[in-house]
């Protein structure tokens, strides 16, 4: 019973929202855009050196991007078989094979020691007495365990949740920056030259693919600005340099916080289009955004979850399973020598600071983030969106060219309204003639003649009657 109350607690933080499978659904990075950078992405390869499978050299290869192939496959009902079959070749358990080797070794010592001091059975099956009958037996009571269980586990369900809290900021910060680079880059677009300015394709075109391509190395610069500098730094260069002109890429890799540069960059792109400066203000509230996103994910890089807090959970784990095994040595008398305690401590250990260990991995979210993959989609839409040169509009009117036939009938409709509210002004300034003045005395008159004629009525009925004899009464005097 006290077995299954271990596993219990092992599998319930398991259950908690903060691995529900819901967050898998990053966008999907189109095939036909081919990112500029070296870093591999998706699993690992099968020739790559063992030491990348598993611990910070293969957070690259979690950067997952989801499509409706990976869901089928995702939800299919043979999930728990494959998973189960892939459990040795796991890069979180074997991370965490000195924690696991250290219990195990442990409970294996416990099983040892106590079969010397206290008896054991051989192969036959025949009961000897203790080898060392001068030593006492290394066992705990087991209830200081189950009343520490539930305690354990709202810790380490606190530390998953908050570490999946952060890689949920990360990922929204990231869709945010998806999507205002496409409204952005959108707005600037069909906005362009709107205000009867006489437009230039050959300027329009290279005012556009300016703001497309800083609004992309704004994505970019802020992308290395969350990486390893040794993982990110000479693929930032080369593809600054590959789509930007010299001057422009130097000056972004040679400031002191990069993706400002960019995004001041951006701004003044931005400014130099020929627009309403109203609809220029509309644009800029995207930029207003990007801090925001920027800032709220170097909060994230730079502020862990409390140490004390992690410490402590760690330090707790950690000693509740190193003590573990002397208070599983009775529970385990039905096995030969209580072998069997050896191998449930093993699992127990996997599973409960594999808990620990998934949280550890979520708290720093952006190194397992596709963000190259996003960086390339920001880059693809956005030089798409100002490609569309005048969509929707006639081919005059992109020019900035208003043909005179279509002129007059928009004068005359804006002149009937303009004059019309006047109009409406100068007939309402002297109300009288307006007025149904006549109405109101032919009113008047009927409501008094009507008043007047209620003799009597609502007086109580004695009243009535006196009022009756004084008028009888009045000829006889």
């Known amino acids: 019973m006290h077995l299954s109350t271990l596993f219990l607690l092992a599998l319930a933080p398991l259950q908690t929202n903060a691995f529900a499978p819901q967050p898998l659904a990053t966008p999907r990075v189109n095939a036909a855009v081919q990112s500029s950078t070296s870093l591999q992405m998706g699993p690992p390869k099968p020739n790559i050196v063992l030491q990348e499978t598993y611990g910070e ?13 990976e869901w089928v496959k995702h939800r299919s009902s043979d999930r728990f078989i494959r998973n189960l079959s892939s459990i040795f070749n796991s890069g979180v358990y074997k991370s965490l094979s000195r924690e696991v080797l250290a219990t195990t070794v442990v409970a294996s010592f416990i099983v040892a020691w106590n079969g010397l ?21 290394l066992t705990l009571p087991l209830t200081p365990f189950t009343l520490l269980s ?23 910060f990231w869709g945010l920056n998806i999507n205002h680079t496409r409204d952005l880059n959108r707005m600037a677009t069909a906005w362009y030259g709107h205000d009867g300015i006489p437009i230039d394709p050959t300027t329009r075109a290279e005012d556009l693919r300016q703001v497309s391509l800083f609004t992309w190395a704004f994505v970019r610069s802020m992308k290395r600005h969350l990486s390893p500098p040794d993982e990110d730094e000479a693929a930032f260069v080369q593809e600054l340099n590959a789509r930007l002109n010299p001057s422009q890429a130097g000056a972004i890799v040679a400031a002191v916080h990069r993706p400002n540069r960019a995004l001041y960059d951006l701004s003044v792109a931005i400014d130099r289009l020929p627009m309403h400066f109203m ?6 509230k995207n930029l207003s955004i990007f801090e925001d996103t920027l800032g709220g994910s170097e909060r994230l890089l730079s502020s862990p979850v409390p140490l004390f807090y992690t410490r402590h959970t760690a330090r707790f784990l950690s000693t509740w399973l190193l003590l573990l095994p002397f208070a599983m040595y009775d529970p385990f008398k039905g096995s030969w020598n209580h ?12 599973f409960l600071f594999g808990i620990e260990e998934l949280a550890t991995q979520l708290e720093e979210p952006f190194t397992i983030l596709p963000m190259q993959g996003f960086c390339d989609k920001i880059g693809a839409n956005c030089d798409e969106i100002v490609s569309w040169r005048g969509q929707g509009l006639d081919d005059n009117e992109v020019e900035g060219i208003m043909e005179p036939v279509a002129e007059i009938p928009a004068i005359a409709l804006a002149s009937v309204f303009l004059f019309g509210i006047e109009e409406l002004a100068t007939q309402l300034e002297e109300p009288f003639t307006i007025l149904p003045m006549q109405g109101f005395c032919d009113k008047i008159g009927a409501n008094c003649d009507e008043i007047v004629s209620w003799r009597g009525q609502g007086l109580d009925d004695n009243e009535v009657v006196i009022q009756d004899n004084i008028e009888a009464m009045a000829p006889s005097r």
């Open 150 to 172: 539930p305690s354990l586990g709202l810790l380490l369900v606190f530390r998953t949740n908050t570490s999946y809290g952060r890689w949920d900021e990360a990922r929204k």
């Open 57 to 69: 050299g293969s957070r690259k290869y979690r950067r997952t991007v989801y499509t409706h192939n």
């Open 117 to 137: 001091t206290g008896g054991y059975t051989d192969l036959d099956g025949v009961q000897h007495e203790a080898l060392i009958n001068f030593l006492p037996m």
């Open 279 to 284: 609809r220029k203000n509309e644009i800029n």
């Open 339 to 350: 072998v069997a305690e050896i191998p449930a401590i093993a699992l127990a250990s996997v």
